[in-house]
């Protein structure tokens, strides 16, 4: 007797539409025509005898059933993709594709200096880089979109492995007027937290800055402003407030040009730790532990 089952397209198409919302949306990143991507999904339901999306001209909605089974297809798929990743573990170190989340307080900083020289050294591993903010790296991290994320710890990813790069050291930007303006460090219990600019929900360096400060009530009066330290440091050159930094930024350059002082932070939380994470039990722990190592090892 023949068992027909679904293919790996047709759930790709499935979760695909999940994440999109929008059959045009979905398609396109699923490199298909809308109509591909809506047959497959059709085939998907004729195949199993019930409706998972329910279509109308303006929204797309999911039943339960469907809900249920995209979260089924994320698996399925993430554990077909570890199919090929054995394969390619058991090769060459650091070959082959590999994705890779950056949130936005680390990609813009250290990137620049590190991936010339992991093109030299690693010529056959192509690396595909996202950039976004933590929350949504570590949720794209357990869907499978990426392989690994480039993190700043603390930060609740889930079940996952880690492997720690280096300690990155936060300072407190502060206006050229401002009178404490100077290379001094400044104690925790001194920040004026109704001064201080920050980044939006979604982004960990807000929540290491609250922790450097050193005050609970902080969370409620200081004001999250932005998606950008660079437009941030732009308003504290402004007079508008202070601002947390990390050493990797201010070492980049991004006071330059600016009236903006750093100055040290006395508190015992006063950094952050950049690691490298990826899901437990994947076939690629050895690419990634190596990869930590090549980062850890070519940070200037």
């Not at 290379?183 to 001194?190: E, F, G, L, N, W």
């Not at 330059?256 to 939380?269: F, G, K, L, Y």
Request: hydrophobic letters at 45%; proline letters at 6%.
């Amino acid at each position: 007797m023949s068992v027909y089952l679904p293919t790996l397209k047709q759930l790709q198409y499935l979760v695909a539409l999940r994440d999109a919302g929008h059959f045009g949306r979905a398609a396109e990143a699923s490199f298909v025509t809308q109509s591909t991507l809506s047959a497959g999904i059709r085939e998907l339901e004729t195949l199993i005898g019930v409706v998972l999306v329910e279509r109308t001209r303006r929204v797309v909605r999911f039943t339960p059933l469907g809900e249920s089974i995209v979260a089924k297809a994320r698996t399925v798929l993430r554990e077909a993709e570890e199919l090929t990743d054995m394969a390619r573990a058991a090769g060459r170190p650091l070959s082959g594709e590999m994705r890779m989340s950056v949130i936005p307080t680390i990609a813009p900083f250290l990137l620049p200096q590190l991936l010339p020289r992991l093109r030299r050294d690693y010529p056959e591993l192509k690396l595909y880089l996202r950039e976004e903010p933590s929350a949504a790296a570590c949720e794209g991290l357990h869907h499978g979109r990426t392989d690994c994320v480039l993190l700043a710890l603390p930060y609740a990813c889930g079940e996952v492995e880690t492997a720690p790069l280096f300690d990155d050291r936060l300072f407190l930007a502060v206006p050229g007027n401002d009178a404490g303006s100077d290379t001094t460090p400044m104690v925790a219990d001194d920040i004026d937290a109704e001064r201080l600019l920050l980044l939006e929900d979604g982004h960990c360096l807000k929540d290491h800055a609250l922790r450097a400060c050193e005050q609970p009530e902080a969370r409620g009066q200081a004001m999250m402003m932005g998606t950008s330290l660079h437009t941030i440091v732009q308003m504290v050159d402004n007079g508008l407030g202070t601002t947390m930094l990390p050493q990797m930024a201010i070492d980049a350059g991004i006071l330059d040009n600016t009236a903006v002082s750093a100055r040290p932070i006395e508190a015992q939380n006063a950094s952050r730790r950049i690691a490298l994470v990826w899901r437990r039990a994947s076939p690629r722990e050895r690419d990634f532990r190596l990869l930590a190592e090549v980062l850890a090892t070519h940070r200037t």
